[in-house]
């Protein structure tokens, strides 16, 4: 009962006067008190939902054939339609509804109408709600998964292959207008276009946003493993001015783009431009780009985000220097140690040429020789010093958590094997729900289906 009207109170399009809500809940405690035999918690519940289940199904459709109208005229010649029979119709939601529409027909146009169609406006014989759940489960749970879910804890049946089809269908329409986003803003250098800019405002955003971009793998039933790039972008603020140390992200955007093609990489930098552009990047006064050493971070970052600050990966420049050290099969004494520690404490205050002459003068094993070249790559990218003073984060950690939350929970599952033109579709709908825009999906592509 407390549910019930913890509902009316919450739900601001049930306009039930006090006298009513009270006399409403009096009449459905009165009826599960004469059903219940052990009473508990546990057995009150479960009346109740039955009670609900059963009142839900019996009012709806008493109230879509008072719809209906009896009479109707033609609206092509004026004339009055005949009643020539009843159809049913079998809406699945969350309850199972069977509804007998009159089929109206006029003799002088021949023409049909079923009035009730347009308020039976369901896709496939599905509520909203129905596939509010179908998609929620489906862009995160194995389709056969997703089916056995919605039985379990909904008591109703709707099979995989109806999920994969919705699911693939959303997120298929949903890429592809964020494709077509990505035409409107992005010229065919990758870069805004200028009549745009012109009109942005410009005014600085406090704070500082961070880029994060990577790549993970996805398993093909074509082609075998193949990439799918992904990136975040994220404000970030302290949380009180007493502890600095403390932060908070306040806003996000994750976005992916699966190698499907031959300029699938051209894509994903398009797509990290529209994405920084609508999130507003350049506009924070601190705007950070994180990534590990691959070429195509930077040449994007660089051209794309001149004003950006670059900062590689802490973690992978750590596991460069411990593997080169490693290597040289130092001996374990406190001489050993020592050196060690005084590397690790000059990476992070930033050193890097005092750590590249340390090693140039060792012996050039295979992994000291890939950390000479990756740090001096890389070296005005490890400021690591300056990056604490300005209170920066220095690791990539959100992309790597993107990756597992994004791709892989969902699609690198045991046996798994997707088909290449279904990757983008789940990745799109991913990337909007952990982006906390589940609620555009459904605006734009489930209610007005």
Same mark, same amino acid.
């Given at each position: 009962?407390?549910?019930?009207?913890?509902?009316?109170?919450?739900?601001?399009?049930?306009?039930?006067?006090?006298?009513?809500?009270?006399?409403?809940?009096?009449?459905?405690?009165?009826l599960?008190?004469?059903?219940?035999?052990?009473?508990?918690?546990?057995?009150?519940?479960?009346i109740?939902?039955?009670?609900?289940?059963?009142?839900?199904?019996q009012?709806?459709e008493?109230?879509?054939?008072?719809?209906?109208?009896?009479?109707?005229?033609?609206?092509?010649?004026?004339?009055?339609?005949?009643?020539?029979?009843?159809?049913?119709?079998?809406?699945?939601?969350?309850?199972?509804?069977?509804?007998?529409r009159?089929?109206?027909?006029?003799?002088?146009?021949?023409?049909?109408?079923?009035?009730?169609?347009?308020?039976?406006?369901?896709?496939?014989?599905?509520?909203?709600?129905?596939?509010?759940?179908?998609?929620?489960?489906?862009?995160?749970l194995?389709?056969?998964?997703?089916?056995?879910?919605?039985?379990?804890?909904?008591?109703?049946?709707?099979?995989?292959?109806?999920?994969?089809?919705? @699911?693939? %269908?959303?997120?298929?329409?949903?890429?592809s207008?964020?494709? +077509?986003?990505?035409? $409107?803003?992005? #010229? /065919? &250098?990758?870069?805004?276009?200028?009549?745009?800019?012109e009109?942005?405002?410009?005014?600085?955003?406090?704070?500082?946003?961070?880029?994060?971009?990577?790549?993970?793998?996805?398993?093909?039933?074509?082609?075998?493993w193949?990439?799918?790039?992904?990136?975040?972008?994220?404000?970030?603020?302290?949380? @009180?001015? %007493?502890?600095?140390?403390?932060?908070?992200?306040?806003?996000? +955007?994750?976005?992916? $783009?699966?190698? #499907? /093609? &031959?300029?699938s990489?051209?894509?994903?930098?398009?797509?990290?431009?529209?994405?920084?552009?609508?999130?507003?990047?350049?506009?924070?006064?601190?705007?950070v780009?994180?990534?590990?050493?691959?070429?195509?971070?930077?040449?994007?970052?660089?051209?794309?985000?001149p004003?950006?600050?670059?900062?590689?990966?802490?973690?992978?420049?750590?596991?460069y220097?411990g593997?080169?050290?490693?290597?040289?099969?130092?001996?374990?004494?406190?001489?050993?140690?020592?050196?060690?520690n005084?590397?690790?404490?000059k990476?992070?205050s930033?050193?890097?040429?005092?750590?590249?002459?340390?090693?140039?003068?060792?012996?050039?094993?295979?992994?000291?020789?890939?950390?000479?070249?990756?740090?001096d790559k890389?070296?005005?990218?490890?400021?690591?010093g300056?990056?604490?003073?300005?209170?920066?984060?220095?690791?990539?950690?959100?992309?790597?958590?993107?990756?597992?939350?994004?791709v892989?929970?969902?699609?690198?599952q045991?046996?798994?094997?997707?088909?290449?033109?279904?990757?983008q579709?789940?990745?799109?709908?991913?990337?909007?729900y952990?982006?906390?825009?589940?609620?555009?999906?459904?605006?734009?592509?489930l209610?007005?289906?």
């Amino acid at each position: 009962m407390i549910q019930l009207s913890g509902i009316f109170n919450k739900n601001k399009s049930i306009k039930f006067s006090d006298d009513r809500k009270e006399l409403l809940i009096g009449l459905f405690s009165e009826l599960i008190m004469e059903s219940l035999r052990d009473p508990n918690i546990d057995s009150i519940e479960n009346i109740s939902t039955e009670a609900i289940n059963w009142l839900r199904k019996q009012s709806t459709e008493k109230i879509i054939l008072s719809l209906e109208p009896k009479e109707l005229e033609c609206p092509v010649c004026k004339n009055k339609m005949i009643i020539k029979d009843k159809k049913q119709k079998i809406i699945y939601g969350l309850s199972t509804y069977k509804i007998d529409r009159r089929n109206f027909h006029c003799d002088t146009c021949d023409h049909y109408i079923r009035p009730l169609d347009n308020v039976l406006n369901c896709v496939g014989h599905y509520t909203l709600e129905l596939r509010k759940s179908m998609l929620l489960l489906g862009q995160r749970l194995p389709f056969e998964e997703a089916s056995i879910f919605l039985k379990e804890l909904l008591g109703i049946s709707v099979s995989h292959k109806t999920i994969r089809e919705l @699911t693939e %269908k959303t997120g298929y329409r949903l890429n592809s207008d964020e494709e +077509k986003r990505i035409e $409107e803003l992005v #010229n /065919e &250098n990758g870069q805004i276009k200028d009549a745009i800019v012109e009109n942005r405002n410009r005014k600085i955003i406090p704070g500082t946003a961070y880029m994060e971009l990577d790549g993970c793998m996805v398993q093909t039933r074509e082609d075998g493993w193949k990439e799918a790039r992904n990136g975040i972008i994220f404000s970030e603020n302290n949380v @009180t001015q %007493k502890d600095k140390h403390h932060k908070k992200i306040i806003d996000k +955007k994750c976005f992916s $783009e699966f190698n #499907n /093609e &031959n300029n699938s990489l051209d894509n994903f930098k398009k797509r990290a431009t529209q994405e920084a552009w609508d999130f507003g990047f350049h506009r924070y006064k601190n705007h950070v780009i994180i990534g590990d050493g691959a070429i195509y971070i930077w040449d994007y970052a660089s051209m794309h985000h001149p004003t950006a600050i670059q900062i590689l990966d802490y973690y992978h420049a750590s596991e460069y220097l411990g593997n080169a050290i490693s290597s040289l099969n130092l001996e374990d004494s406190d001489e050993n140690k020592l050196i060690k520690n005084t590397l690790f404490l000059k990476l992070e205050s930033g050193k890097i040429k005092s750590i590249l002459a340390w090693l140039q003068q060792q012996k050039i094993t295979e992994q000291v020789e890939n950390c000479i070249r990756y740090y001096d790559k890389n070296k005005e990218r490890m400021q690591y010093g300056k990056y604490k003073k300005m209170e920066l984060n220095v690791g990539s950690g959100a992309i790597e958590s993107t990756h597992k939350v994004l791709v892989q929970s969902r699609m690198k599952q045991a046996g798994m094997r997707w088909g290449k033109d279904n990757i983008q579709s789940i990745v799109a709908l991913r990337a909007r729900y952990l982006s906390n825009e589940w609620d555009y999906v459904v605006d734009n592509y489930l209610k007005v289906a």
